[in-house]
Nanobody, 126 residues
Framework: QAQLVESGGGLVQPGGSLKLSCVAS???????MAWFRQAPQKEREFVAA????????LYTNSVKGRFTISRDSAKNTVYLQMNSLKPEDTAVYYC????????????????????WGQGTQVTVSS
């Protein structure tokens, strides 16, 4: 049974930076790991994903050039470095994982992920 624990959220000013971490534990493999986010009264949306081995990545257009996803496969940990933060980035950020190595076109689909963390709040405000 995989368990995911996120950390690193907080309050930052526009233009600031945060780095989120997610640790996966348990015997189940986490071959594809991702970050999603959800603002109040809005649907959960894809942010970024990374595949183990070749470390192939996928980003939603709104964060390209600002966010970077990375992982330490030996520790089953995924990171999200967020720079040039905007108020519209405010949301609860969720870590997700699956044992599958999805092709690029499937990595951004939330229904492909089997395990989810509790979320960490990111607030971008002056």
């Amino acid at each position: 049974q995989a368990q995911l624990v996120e950390s690193g959220g907080g309050l930052v000013q526009p233009g600031g930076s945060l780095k989120l971490s997610c640790v996966a534990s348990g015997p189940a493999p986490s071959n594809t790991m991702a970050w999603f986010r959800q603002a109040p009264q809005k649907e959960r949306e894809f942010v970024a994903a990374i595949r183990r081995g070749d470390r192939k990545t996928l980003y939603t257009n709104s964060v390209k050039g600002r966010f970077t996803i990375s992982r330490d496969s030996a520790k089953n940990t995924v990171y999200l470095q967020m720079n040039s933060l905007k108020p519209e980035d405010t949301a609860v950020y969720y870590c997700a994982s699956t044992s599958a190595n999805w092709i690029l076109s499937a990595m951004g689909q939330k229904e492909k992920y089997d395990y989810w963390g509790q979320g960490t709040q990111v607030t971008v405000s002056s």
